[in-house]
């Protein structure tokens, strides 16, 4: 199977944007899947016939283009393929695969259980169900067995870690831990162990939902900094425009520039430090009296400082974080489960999916999910996504308030339409009014350290990452993560680590952390080489999550196909813990483990390499691994990852779909 001319297979090797996998692994498409076939048969002859069919579907599919470590001088190549050659004729009807499948099929989890047992019976109180005769689920037990779909495996990971299954016989994995009648068996011995415990923090109560949701959360010391950049200036009389607008495009023609001042009169107290940067007129002038036009402060009884007097940086708490590895923020695949990975294999630093302020304020669960910290995560943050000082300032306040974090994190990089066009994201870049309002409000209501993540610009050709960085440490910014790209370029180019070096410079004192191309320790090598103060690493942790260990240990790790299968294995559990055993969190845990695939499936093992390291950029060729695990781990198929997924959670619903999220990532 290993036999293919030499000739050709020099060819794909030295293919632009192609990795350079030895001769003798390197296969056509069709070898590849017909490999696959041929070795599937052995473990699931049930299945041939539909695996036949499959292929002959995705023989018609064309082969996934090589990646572009550059584009051509003429434009981003919009219009062609990646890696189609310069004399190629480009068929029309063949687009670039490149962002989101905003089309894609949307079944959520819960779609795949037409009978659901109700959560009052499963909690052993189903006599306290609130709606009674009007509730929708089932309440009677045997009829509910009846329908339920056959369990997956004879060992339930919830059963084995806490001595009980809190999902009691709608477990998928019920007969490890159910007795005669359905009862719910509960290891007393290993549930005391846990008793007290605290796994997971920064859960949304039910409490402070109904706060947010009836708009009864208190939000001082937003509200007194939002007044004062409401308040006149001296610019002949007029009044600064309200906060929280809806346009857009709308910003404050009179507010706050450095240079400028926040105006003479203001609600909030900060006491002065000596020998720091200069505050602005509203950050630093006393509480304003009636005669002045404030709103005086009413006191009764005892009178405290702790409402009106600002922590100083130097009270500060220090995120000393220089040198470490920063496992970024990433949306979708960087949920909790994937964090304990990488946090096993070495990863100092985590921080939390984008999260959106808008949906934090209105307490919905599924955004406050993404705020979840494990108790493994040493060093955790937040990150938050906005367009405007109002919300931004209160959502910091919501949080400086309600969850445990050790810094809280602006996304300023996100590139997705849907938050550039609202002026969140990239687009606070171009909104230096309303990005300074953001920061310096933030800042003020924070107790933890505020950092900020950017690109180098809007436009390929313009970078002002570098004229927006010393604002950012005037702002009270604590450090600051260059990604090395516009948001233009996106992913079509190489990160621009030149003009990283030179924003370090620009940045001293304050730290800067360098992202952008990072998939093996040489590499991680060269970026210190720049003089950043550490790395984030995105893409590369997707790929080989192992790729920590690599770089403390400095080498390249031939990891073995049952080593990644275990890892695989592993993230199953943490999922399954996560998001529950029942038929919801299995499909749940399935949707993101076929999501993280569709990065792992580019990973190329060491020992296939024909020299090192793998750069982040080329795309893996068609080739046969050493067994069948791993050439099976390198199918760019969707129906090969499904079939990955099963291995480890069992057959799929009959009426199952799955498409990634990212064009880049499906081939189909």
Sequence with gaps: MHVIAACGNKMAAAAAGVAPVQARFVASKEQFHAYLRASGEHGDGEAEEEEEEEEEVGSEQSEPPAKRGRLSEHGLGAESPEGAGEGEEVPVERKRARGQNKSRPCMKPNHYEKSRLCPSVTQGCADKCYFGSRCRFLHDISEYMATKPADLGHSCVLFETFGKCIYGVTCRFAKAHLGDGYQNIINTDLTKQWEGKSLVRNNLSKDLQQQLRKKKFSFKKADEYLRSLAKPHNNGGKGGKALGCSAEDQEVSNCTTPQEGLGDTSECLVLPEEGGDPKPAALQSPIPTEGEGGCPIKTAGLVTDEDIVKLRPCEKKKLEIQGKLYLAPLTTCGNLPFRRICKRFGAD?????????????????????????????????????????????????????????????????????????????????????????????????????????????????????????????????????????????????????????????????????????????????????????????????????????????????????????????????????????????????????????????????????????????????????????ETLMASQNVDDWIKISELLLGRVPTNFTFLPKHKANSYR
């Design 349 to 629: 630093v985590t921080c939390g999916e984008m999260a959106v302020c808008t949906n934090l304020l209105q307490g919905q669960s599924s955004e406050w999910a993404l705020l979840k910290r494990h108790h493994t995560e040493d060093v955790f943050g937040v990150q938050l996504e906005g367009a405007f000082p109002d919300t931004m300032t209160k959502c910091a306040e919501l949080l400086n308030q309600t969850i445990d974090v050790d810094f809280v994190d602006i996304n300023v990089g996100c590139p997705i339409d849907l938050v550039y066009k609202k002026g969140g994201g990239c687009a606070l870049m171009t909104r230096t009014n309303k990005f300074e309002q953001i920061v310096r409000g933030m800042n003020l209501v924070l107790d933890v350290p505020l950092t900020v993540k950017i690109r180098t610009g809007v436009q390929e050709k313009i970078n002002v990452a570098h004229k927006i960085i010393p604002k950012l440490r005037e702002w009270g910014a604590s450090m600051v993560t260059l990604h090395g790209r516009s948001r233009e370029q996106r992913y079509t180019r190489v990160a621009d680590w030149d003009y990283i070096a030179e924003c370090a410079k620009i940045a001293s004192p304050m730290p800067l952390f360098g992202n952008g191309d990072i998939l093996s320790f040489e590499d991680a090598n060269q970026a210190m080489q720049m003089g950043v103060s550490g790395i984030m690493i995105a893409r590369g942790a997707l790929i080989k999550p192992w790729l920590f260990t690599e770089i403390k240990e400095q080498r390249h790790w031939d990891i073995s196909s049952s080593e990644r299968f275990d890892i695989l294995k592993d993230f199953s559990n943490y999922g399954l813990e996560h998001w529950g055993s029942d038929t919801q969190g299995v499909e749940k845990t399935r949707k993101f483990l076929l999501e993280w695939l569709s990065f792992l499936c580019r990973y190329i093992p060491v020992g296939l390499l024909e020299h090192l390291p793998q750069k982040i950029n080329e795309r893996p060729p068609y080739y046969i691994g050493r067994d069948y695990l």
